[in-house]
T-cell receptor, first 114, second 115 residues
Framework: KAGVTQTPRYLIKTRGQQVTLSCSPI?????VSWYQQTPGQGLQFLFE???????NKGNFPGRFSGRQFSNSRSEMNVSTLELGDSALYLC?????????????FGSGTRLTVV | AQKVTQAQTEISVVEKEDVTLDCVYE???????LFWYKQPPSGELVFLIR??????QNEISGRYSWNFQKSTSSFNFTITASQVVDSAVYFC????????????FGTGTRLLVSP
């Protein structure tokens, strides 16, 4: 059973650019959540998608957005990149998007903004 | 509000020593879940265990064991006979049983096991 796949693994972007990250969940899982990990703020929840609908959103500016496709794959977009957006972005796959069903994480995309 | 505290920033042990990682949580909800994840240098968060607030039974799985105590709001994790491969950052996380479904993570404990 394939795990959670995040692409690309590494990314370097310039301030002001935009970036799109991709996450393919475990087959059959309908929920994808995104987390940002930085040395200063730790792991913080960005948003969650379930069956193509954003169900929950964390406290991040509107520059951070996402979407989910009918095959449950999800993309996260960050526009007008800032240096502070440099982070490891992790996505989590869940069967039902609940604590009871648990969350499996991918290896992350490490974004560096220069 | 929910909060997870991992007071130990970094722990260094020598191989074969036992080590306990502490986790204290805060929540007003009666239904919640607690998790431990391991993050090796590769970056992936590896799931170790999940416990719900109604299940205080402690568990042993190989060299790993967990001690959940609601009375002290703690969910500690012990590695017996540590190995170099156990070197990683360990995160404790809290999630609500209902409502807003997100994980609230502690700041992590870096475990260094030297040969």
């Amino acid at each position: 059973k394939a795990g959670v796949t995040q692409t690309p693994r590494y990314l370097i972007k310039t301030r002001g650019q935009q970036v799109t990250l991709s996450c393919s969940p475990i087959s059959g899982h309908r929920s994808v959540s995104w987390y940002q990990q930085t040395p200063g703020q730790g792991l913080q929840f960005l948003f969650e998608y379930f069956s193509e609908t954003q169900r929950n959103k964390g406290n991040f500016p509107g520059r951070f957005s996402g979407r989910q496709f009918s095959n449950s794959r999800s993309e996260m977009n960050v526009s007008t990149l800032e240096l502070g957006d440099s982070a490891l972005y992790l996505c989590a796959s869940s069967l039902a998007g609940s604590m009871r069903s648990g969350y499996t994480f991918g290896s992350g995309t490490r974004l560096t903004v220069v | 509000a929910q909060k997870v505290t991992q007071a130990q920033t970094e722990i260094s042990v020598v191989e074969k020593e036992d080590v306990t990682l502490d986790c204290v949580y805060e929540t007003r909800d009666t239904t919640y879940y607690l998790f431990w994840y391991k993050q090796p240098p590769s970056g992936e968060l590896v799931f170790l265990i999940r416990r719900n607030s109604f299940d205080e039974q402690n568990e042993i799985s190989g060299r790993y064991s967990w001690n959940f105590q609601k009375s002290t709001s703690s969910f500690n994790f012990t590695i017996t006979a540590s190995q170099v491969v156990d070197s990683a950052v360990y995160f404790c996380a809290l999630g609500m049983g209902t409502g807003f479904q997100k994980l609230v993570f502690g700041t992590g404990t870096r475990l260094l096991v030297s040969p």
